[in-house]
């Protein structure tokens, strides 16, 4: 990544790393070269400056939102804050870099001194003519493509590399050609070469577009047999495709480029047609502006002081302001409005069940029994008891999908039972008020029972009625067991027995349930209610 996180102020340029620039709050683009914008994707949520042509191809071909886009055009100053409240300001002043579409050098004038970031860059004299350049300004930090610093590599100029491809190509008058370039870059000889030998170039449709927008001359189209120069990406250009290409029509590519590349054919030729300033030109471009230091941007690249003859004095690094200090910290501790704004816009709202109350299930399905029974009562004129309602077939028609799954089918019982489903016991019980005259299968032991107001767990247990008259086991000594000593209710009092049972017993059984003594509690409740006096329930 060749990008600069700028010492003692909130600038960053080329530089996408949030975790690594937490004081940075102003971001600048150089050009869009893949390499230069390292991190820098659709995700991107803070003000970003480059030149117009930069923020189409930003939001083209990496989707950064246009709102966060801030086109700067070239060759203009501009003001800009330094902090949140305006007191601190800067000047940045973009000027042409002659690197590719769109890429710039940054001035920038502030409390720091006066900065150049030049990016990547092909020096030219005219350059030291930029009114930002041309008043003799100090310049205390330059910031310089270092690509092709090195005394030992020569190169042509680019009037002269483009003078040897245009040579190349009239040794081969018959033959096709394939120029292998990046995504961007050098559209200016594809220019020179279409009006040099007055052909169409053929690019792909991206290229074509971008083109365009330069407003560079109409001699390019995507119709693949319009002309002989075709433009293709550099990594086509191999032996294999050599081969297939003059397997139909005689092919010579040229790879215009500084790079040292393996020649892995014949008719590939590597012109040394570069879009970084050569060693001599930055050497002119260092001696012309007297910076006080050089800033080398390609790391990678072997840095050596070159310059040390070219260098103005060194100046004392300013102090930052109050203010600006504030605002580069305070930034980095807590996210913007606009920033948290977006996220809590992004985030996907919880999926969910909307449930009814149970409570409200539970009284206007009592309601509804009563009201059935009254209107049962009027029409036979007897004083019937009221239609059983298995709770199972209860349960089925408020938890349909629970009851498929955990009980099944609801198994016949006698139509003298008498039960009601408990909707609102947390334990999980259905609660199953019985007469005296049935008998039951214990679900924890399989024994026959024959009890009064009984609960039975919610499970896998088997809850069929047992058949046939057996011999009633269990608890003897119950007051309520199948023996002389049980105690018919009439439907009157037993649906008011079934009320009280519903709403006392829930702490009861929640503080003292236990597995092993369930059908004993049951009782001793139930001898609680018995009256002394007369042997009834006394429900008062």
């Known amino acids: 990544m060749n990008g600069v996180l700028i010492p003692h102020t909130p600038i960053a340029v080329d530089f996408w ?24 994707s659709s995700t991107w949520a803070r ?31 501009h003001v800009l804050p330094l902090d949140e409240i305006g007191r601190e300001t800067m000047t940045v002043t973009l000027m042409d870099a002659n690197h590719c579409p769109g890429s710039v050098m940054f001035l920038f004038e502030g409390y720091f001194g006066t900065i150049l970031y030049t990016g990547d860059f092909r020096y030219t004299p005219s350059m030291l003519k ?29 009037q002269e590399a483009t003078r040897q491809i245009v040579e190349l190509i009239r040794k081969h008058p018959q033959h096709n050609v394939k120029i292998g370039l990046y995504n961007l870059g050098k559209e200016s000889l594809l220019e020179q070469l279409a009006l040099e030998f007055q052909t169409w170039v053929v690019l792909s449709p991206r ?10 001359a109409d001699v390019f189209t995507v119709e693949e047999k319009a002309g002989r120069i075709h433009a293709v990406d550099h990594m086509e250009v191999c032996r294999a495709a050599m081969l297939h290409w003059n397997q139909t029509h005689p092919t010579i590519a040229v790879l215009p480029t500084s790079r040292k590349i393996h020649r892995a054919h014949p008719s590939i030729h590597v012109i040394p047609y570069s879009d970084h ?50 605002y580069m910290s305070s930034s980095s501790r807590k996210p913007s409005v606009l920033c948290l704004l977006e996220r809590r816009l992004k985030r996907p709202r919880t999926q969910g069940v909307m449930f009814e109350s149970l409570e409200e299930k539970a009284d206007q399905f009592q309601a509804d029994r009563d009201s059935k029974g009254a209107k049962n009562k009027n ?15 209860i349960k089925k028609q408020l938890f349909p999908d629970l009851c498929s799954k955990e009980w099944g089918e609801a198994v016949p019982f006698s139509e003298s039972q008498k039960r009601v489903t ?18 039951f299968i214990s679900p924890e032991t399989g024994e026959e029972i024959g009890v009064g107001p009984h609960l039975v767990p919610r499970g896998d247990s088997d809850g069929s009625a047992a058949s046939g008259t057996q011999p009633v086991r269990g608890h003897q000594d119950s007051p309520l067991s199948h023996s002389s000593k049980a105690l018919p209710l009439p439907a009157s009092e037993l649906s008011s027995l079934t009320l009280k049972y519903l709403l006392t017993p829930v702490k009861f059984f929640q503080a003292r349930f236990c597995s092993r003594g369930f059908d004993q509690q049951v009782e ?17």
Request: aromatic share 8%; charged share 20%; net charge neutral.
């Open 130 to 158: 930029e009114p930002a350049l041309s008043v003799g300004k100090q310049i205390h930090t330059l910031y310089l493509d270092n690509t092709n610093c090195n005394p030992e590599l020569a190169l042509p100029s680019q």
């Open 422 to 439: 408990l909707l609102t016991a947390p334990l999980g019980f259905s609660v199953h008020l019985r007469s005296t005259d049935e008998e």
């Open 17 to 40: 790393s949030l975790r690594r620039a937490a004081s940075a709050r102003l971001f600048f683009l150089t050009h869009m070269h893949s390499d230069h914008t390292v991190g820098l």
């Open 524 to 540: 001793e409740y139930h001898k609680s209610l018995l009256s002394p006096d007369r042997g009834e329930y006394n429900l008062v």
């Open 379 to 393: 029409l036979s004129g007897s004083h019937e008891k009221p239609p059983s309602h298995h709770p199972l077939r």
């Open 207 to 216: 290229r074509l577009e971008l083109v365009q927008l330069l407003g560079l």
């Open 277 to 326: 300033s050569s060693y001599s030109e930055l050497r002119a471009f260092v001696a012309a502006l007297k910076p006080c230091q050089v800033v080398p941007i390609v790391r990678r690249q072997p840095y050596r002081d070159y310059f040390q003859d070219s260098l103005g004095p060194r100046l004392s690094v300013p102090p930052i302001p109050d203010s600006v200090q504030q």
């Open 47 to 77: 003000p970003l400056y480059c030149s117009p042509v930069t923020a189409f191809l930003l939001h083209r071909h990496l989707q950064v939102s246009k709102q966060w886009i801030r086109a700067l055009e070239v060759g203009e100053s």
